[in-house]
């Protein structure tokens, strides 16, 4: 099974700051990382595919980069919207399909 | 529009089994390449995959899990449905479906989930 690993676990940021979330995986998964977002009591929603895809309807300040064991998705200029938990997640190795324990952005 | 929804019984007993129903729209399972999916995230935790059900009937689960989970379809009702058997205290979660598409394995559209919880 391929372990995920985010990092920071939270991430205290202000408004219009650049955040830049980090994502290890325990075996290489070329491109195939997806990146997804969670707000309190709603599913989570895709935001990039293929380690640098963004899914329709995204906005162009997250981005994702990384191949193999290491991955950043990076928001630019950070929203009130944006505050939210991120996980990746791999599909390159499975089953099992693998999912991060999450990176917390909150207010500072 | 692609939609899904879960359904299914909001508390449970330790032992008992558990049955979800995902009924989606927008998409059919006799559709080449569509997969649907359950996910789960116990409060505050992170994401775990379950299982998978395919267009072709093929079926995929958590390594975990496999011994007590069983995935199913009926197409013409465009659901699919999951049994978790011997459920425990820890099986206490928000339970999504969501849509993948084979070669594509990340989901692109999610339920909105239903908050299961053992609990004698």
């Known amino acids: 099974e391929i372990v995920m690993t985010q990092s920071p676990v939270t991430l205290s940021v202000s408004p219009g700051e650049r955040v830049t979330l980090s994502c290890r995986a325990s075996?290489?998964?070329?491109?195939?990382l997806a990146w997804y977002q969670q707000k309190p009591g709603q599913a989570p929603r895709l935001l990039i595919y293929d380690a640098s895809t963004r899914a329709t309807g995204i906005p162009a300040r997250f981005s994702g980069s990384g191949s193999g064991t290491e991955f950043t998705l990076t928001i630019s200029s950070l929203q009130s919207e944006d505050f939210a938990v991120y996980y990746c997640q791999q599909y390159n190795n499975w089953p099992p399909l693998t999912f991060g324990q999450g990176t917390k952005v909150e207010i500072k | 529009q692609v939609t899904l929804r879960e359904s299914g019984p909001a508390l449970v007993k330790p032992t008992q089994t558990l049955t979800l129903t995902c009924t989606f729209s927008g998409f059919s399972l006799t559709t080449s390449g569509l997969c649907v999916s359950w996910i789960r995230q116990p409060p505050g935790k992170a994401l775990e995959w379950l299982a998978r059900?395919?267009?072709?009937?093929?079926?995929y689960y958590s390594t975990s899990l496999k011994t007590r989970l069983t995935i199913s379809k009926d197409t013409s009702k465009n659901q699919v449905v999951l049994t978790m058997t011997n459920m425990d205290p820890v099986d206490t979660a928000t339970y999504y479906c969501?849509?993948?598409?084979?070669?594509?394995?990340?989901?692109?559209?999610w339920g909105r989930g239903t908050l299961v919880t053992v609990s004698s």
């Open positions: 059900l395919d267009w072709d009937d093929d079926k």
């Open positions: 075996q290489s998964l070329s491109s195939n």
């Open positions: 969501a849509r993948t598409r084979d070669g594509y394995n990340y989901f692109d559209f």
